[in-house]
């Protein structure tokens, strides 16, 4: 899948023996950018690469996809980012794998995989940025600093590369955009979960999937839709995820009387089956990087209207695959969720634009092939 990138050979005119390289990830619990790592680290053509995953954290639940692929794990179980004691134990077992590259993914996977990378002598190293950061300087601070050990940075989409080269300073040179992607054909043949199961009527129910964090801004949607049931009394809004504001969120829902028409189910493995149920997917982040949720949302036909921030402008066409709202406006949110679930041509047209614009550009086969693409390039220039 390197499309015409050929690896150096051993001289006898037969096939090299793959090419080692190391995955470095912060966990492996359910989460986007954990997805995305496995799907990559799983699709990749095993005849030219031979993959080792090191995970900082203790063990998740995507552990057992890689193990599956015979894949090997290794799990350094460390309690905090903020122990570096992890960084001479991830060293030890890179010197061990002899590995040609490096692939990070996370902020502190990132900068723990670079240090441990040049202990360790690997001759490549590539990290991934796959938000906005505008939690905290920090993050930016510390990877400007340590730029000096990373060969590569790959971002998930133009946004975030335009914003690490002028928040983080970042050379454009050693920056490519490689956007996340999706396994359409799970999201958009997916069976509708029951909605009488989680307690919900056949009336139209938005949906919201993702952490409950200020970054996603779950209030926002909250006011949005407390004035949208002024008007539609029997619509629906199901949270799924979980997070720091669950409990804050569940006081209000409360306080206000609306438990029979908002719920929160926290985390859920049948994502696919709860898209294939709503009608609408609403959401309202700060900033991003480019939401997958928003991918799988389009892949299983339902219509979005998301907050215009890093990485949905390049997912969606305002009007004809998506709705775009501006951050942190209820009312235009409101607006917009009404105006997609009462015009059923602007509906239909929706959902049916989004399926096709992800089917052509956002499918893993691609996003794979632009990463094996990527590392046959540099390991090939590391030879030279």
């Not at 060293?91 to 990132?110: D, G, M, V, W, Y």
């Not at 009394?233 to 569940?250: H, I, K, N």
């Not at 235009?332 to 009404?338: F, G």
Request: net charge positive; hydrophobic share 45%; with cysteine.
């Amino acid at each position: 899948m390197t499309d015409g990138i050929v690896l150096p050979a051993n001289g006898s005119g037969e096939r090299p023996p793959p090419v080692r390289i190391a995955f470095c990830i912060t966990d492996l619990d359910v989460g986007g950018a954990e997805r995305m790592f496995v799907e990559l680290v799983t699709r990749l053509d095993r005849r030219r690469w031979e993959p080792r995953v090191y995970c900082l954290s203790g063990p998740g639940a995507l552990v057992a996809r890689l193990q599956a692929a015979e894949i090997p794990v290794t799990c350094f179980g460390a309690k905090s980012v903020r122990h570096l004691g992890v960084i001479p134990r991830l060293a030890a077992e890179l010197k061990k794998f002899s590995p040609a590259l490096i692939q990070c993914f996370l902020f502190h996977a990132n900068f723990v995989g670079r240090l441990a990378a040049w202990r360790a002598g690997v001759p490549r190293v590539v990290c991934g940025i796959r938000v906005a950061e505008r939690r905290s300087r920090v993050p930016l601070w510390l990877d400007r600093l340590t730029q000096g050990f990373v060969d590569h940075n790959v971002c998930v989409s133009q946004a975030v590369a335009e914003f690490s080269i002028r928040n983080a300073k970042l050379k454009a040179s050693k920056i490519s955009v490689i956007p996340n992607a999706v396994d359409f054909d799970r999201f958009a043949n997916a069976v509708a979960v029951d909605r009488s199961s989680l307690g919900l009527s056949a009336a139209p129910l938005v949906l919201f999937v993702g952490r409950l964090d200020p970054q996603k801004a779950p209030f926002i949607l909250l006011e949005a839709f407390a004035h949208l049931l002024e008007r539609h009394l029997d619509w629906q809004l199901l949270f799924v995820g979980d997070g720091p504001l669950r409990a804050s969120m569940e006081e209000w829902i409360t306080r206000r009387g609306l438990g029979h028409r908002i719920r929160i189910a926290g985390w859920r493995p049948d994502v696919p089956e709860l898209l294939k149920a709503a009608d609408l997917l609403a959401l309202p982040s700060l900033w991003e990087g480019m939401p997958n949720i928003v991918l799988e949302a389009m892949a299983a036909g339902l219509p979005v209207v998301v907050s215009r921030v890093e990485g949905t402008e390049e997912l969606i066409r305002d009007g004809e695959t998506g709705l775009l709202v501006t951050p942190g406006s209820p009312i235009e949110l409101e607006r917009l969720i009404d105006t997609v679930l009462t015009d059923p041509e602007l509906y239909s047209r929706l959902k049916k634009a989004a399926q096709l614009a992800v089917q052509k550009l956002f499918t893993l086969d691609r996003m794979v092939s632009a990463y094996e693409q990527l590392y046959a390039r540099l390991i090939t220039e590391s030879t030279r």
